[in-house]
T-cell receptor
Framework: DTAVSQTPKYLVTQMGNDKSIKCEQNLGHDTMYWYKQDSKKFLKIMFSYNNKELIINETVPNRFSPKSPDKAHLNLHINSLELGDSAVYFC??????????????FGNGTRLTVT | GENVEQHPSTLSVQEGDSAVIKCTYSDSASNYFPWYKQELGKGPQLIIDIRSNVGEKKDQRIAVTLNKTAKHFSLHITETQPEDSAVYFCAAQFTGGGNKLTFGTGTQLKVEL
């Protein structure tokens, strides 16, 4: 009955490699997000999609490319991984994306370690 | 853009005592203020939220207050228990942000027996 699930939980890889993280939500929400949490636990939004359409794209290197095949899935592909990409990546979803404010439901994160 | 400051960064209390975490925000157009609890190895979980048209909200041992004039909001946990130990984040959403939340830097709460 997991609401927001992401895989893998841990990802260890070498510099220069390409990797993907998958996310799925079964809450029927329209909007999905990727957040990055650094070693100091600071949470920062990377992207958000509403019904498969990109609506928020923060200042993220274009090595990061989100893909939303349908509104229940939002995957994150990272090319040419760098040491600084090491972090915990959280997927989240919310009912909508409007200005009214909608609670986020987070997955349990993917800890990415680049060596 | 929006800036959210959170204090303290660490907080240690005795079981049964109250804990207070404070946040200030920069954008006066902010209209939504959630609080999240993050346990080790898990994602942040919403524990309470408040909107700009409300000054206070309570849910059992947890309460949040909002002072729009001063642009600050606080989380109050009463009768703390060991299971309250976690990292707590405040966040703010400003109008026009498309549900883009800006998070505070987190408070590590430790409830000691």
């Amino acid at each position: 009955d997991t609401a927001v699930s992401q895989t893998p939980k841990y990802l260890v890889t070498q510099m220069g490699n390409d990797k993907s993280i998958k996310c799925e939500q079964n809450l029927g929400h329209d909007t999905m997000y990727w957040y990055k949490q650094d070693s100091k636990k600071f949470l920062k939004i990377m992207f958000s999609y509403n019904n498969k359409e990109l609506i928020i794209n923060e200042t993220v290197p274009n090595r990061f490319s989100p893909k939303s095949p349908d509104k229940a899935h939002l995957n994150l592909h990272i090319n040419s991984l760098e040491l600084g990409d090491s972090a915990v990546y959280f997927c989240a979803s919310s009912q909508d994306s409007g200005d009214r404010g909608s609670p986020l439901h987070f997955g349990n994160g993917t800890r990415l370690t680049v060596t | 853009g929006e800036n959210v400051e959170q204090h303290p960064s660490t907080l240690s209390v005795q079981e049964g005592d109250s804990a207070v975490i404070k946040c200030t925000y920069s954008d006066s157009a902010s209209n939504y203020f959630p609080w999240y609890k993050q346990e080790l190895g898990k994602g942040p979980q919403l524990i309470i939220d408040i909107r700009s048209n409300v000054g206070e909200k309570k849910d059992q041992r947890i309460a949040v207050t909002l002072n729009k004039t001063a642009k600050h909001f606080s989380l109050h946990i009463t009768e703390t228990q060991p299971e309250d130990s976690a990292v707590y984040f405040c966040a703010a959403q400003f109008t026009g942000g498309g549900n883009k939340l800006t998070f505070g830097t987190g408070t590590q709460l430790k409830v000691e027996l």
